[in-house]
C-alpha cells in the first residue's frame, strides 16, 4: 500500500514539474515574441483552382476538431477566408483529402467538390502523390550518407502513457500492428541552431503512416527540432516544431497540382540558425536524388 502511495505521489510530482517546466517555456517564448498563438488570419492560399484550393498550413494549427472550445483551427480560418466554400452537408465543412498534425506546417490540399476529392483520394492510395518536407535534425547526421532510406515498419505503441495517440517502432516488445514504412532523407546543410548541432533535411514519404517522419527521424537518432513528444517530452525550449511540408505534387484526372510552400527554415527568417556547410541545395537535382533517379 505504502509503495503504491509513493509511486502515485512521484507521478504527480513528475507531472508537476512538467506542467512548470512547459508553463517557463512558453513564457520565455512569449517574451521573445515567437509564442503568439495562431489567429484566424494565419492562413496563406498557395494555389486556388475550380477543383482544388491549396493553403499554407500555419504550426500549431489543427486541421479541425469537435472540441467548440477551440476557436482557430484550420477549418475555422477556411470558413473565414471563403465562406461560400463551407459544404453544409459536410460533418466539418470541407473535402480534406489529406492531413498533417498539429505542430506541422505546409502544404495542404482542400477539394472544392466530390469528384475532385475522390481524384485525390485516389490518388494518395495508389501512392501517385509525391510529398516533400523539409526538417530540422537534432545533432549532425554523417556527411559521408547524402541520401538515407529509412525503412522500418511503425505501429500503435501499446504503453498506457501513449493514451492511444503514439507510434513507434515495430522492433519494440510493446508496438502493435506495425506497418512497413519507408521514408527517403537527403541531408541539406550541417549548422547550429542556438548553438547546438542540427541538421537540415529534406524529407520525401514513400508511405504514409501517421507520424512517419517524427518517428522515423528520432528512430534514426536524429529528433525533429522541437519535437515534444518524440523527445520524450524534453525539447520544450523551441517555439514549434520544425517540420515543414514544402512540395506536394498531385496527380488527377482533373488536374495535375505541383505546388511548393517555399523553405521556412532559413537563416533569414529563422533566428539562431547558422548553417556552416551546404551538400544540397533545395532544386530539381535534391527532389531527382529523392526519387531515386
Known amino acids: ?35 503568439r498563438s495562431a489567429t484566424l488570419d494565419d492562413i496563406e492560399v498557395v494555389h486556388s ?36 466554400l463551407a459544404d453544409p452537408k459536410l460533418v466539418h465543412g ?20 466530390k469528384k475532385a476529392a475522390a481524384c485525390a483520394s485516389a490518388a494518395f492510395s495508389k501512392r501517385k502523390t509525391l510529398k516533400y518536407y523539409i526538417a530540422l535534425l537534432r545533432g549532425h547526421i554523417s556527411q559521408e550518407n547524402e541520401t538515407i532510406d529509412l525503412e522500418w515498419a511503425i505501429g500503435l505503441d501499446s504503453r498506457p502513457e501513449s493514451n492511444g495517440r503514439l507510434m513507434c517502432i515495430g522492433s519494440n516488445p510493446y508496438c502493435e500492428k506495425p506497418r512497413w514504412a519507408h521514408t527517403r532523407l537527403l541531408i541539406l546543410e550541417i549548422g547550429y541552431f542556438n548553438n547546438e548541432p542540427v541538421t537540415k533535411v529534406m524529407l520525401k ?19 525533429i527540432v522541437g519535437d515534444f513528444t ?3 517530452r524534453k525539447d520544450v525550449l523551441p517555439y514549434r516544431m520544425f517540420l515543414h511540408s514544402h512540395r506536394m505534387i498531385l496527380p488527377t484526372s482533373m488536374e495535375n497540382l505541383d505546388v511548393s510552400s ?32
Open 1 to 35: 500500500m505504502e509503495f503504491l502511495i509513493e509511486s502515485t505521489m512521484r507521478l504527480i510530482l513528475d507531472k508537476l514539474q512538467l506542467w512548470v517546466k512547459v508553463k517557463m517555456c512558453d513564457l520565455f517564448r512569449y517574451g521573445i515574441g515567437q509564442a
Open 49 to 84: 483552382s475550380q477543383n482544388y484550393l491549396v493553403l499554407n498550413k500555419r504550426y500549431d494549427v489543427l486541421i479541425n476538431s469537435d472540441d467548440r472550445n477551440i476557436k482557430v483551427t484550420l477549418e475555422h480560418q477556411i470558413r473565414k477566408l471563403i465562406p461560400t
Open 94 to 113: 470541407f473535402y480534406f483529402v489529406h492531413r498533417l498534425d498539429y505542430a506541422t506546417s505546409g502544404v495542404i490540399c482542400i477539394a472544392k467538390n
Open 205 to 223: 514519404l514513400i508511405t504514409g503512416r501517421r507520424h512517419q517522419l517524427r518517428v522515423h527521424c528520432d528512430a534514426l537518432g536524429h529528433t
Open 230 to 232: 518524440y523527445s520524450n
Open 262 to 293: 517555399g523553405d521556412v527554415f532559413q537563416p533569414s527568417d529563422l533566428k539562431n540558425w547558422v548553417p556552416i556547410q551546404t551538400l544540397n541545395t533545395i532544386d530539381e537535382n535534391s527532389y531527382n536524388k529523392l526519387d531515386g533517379i
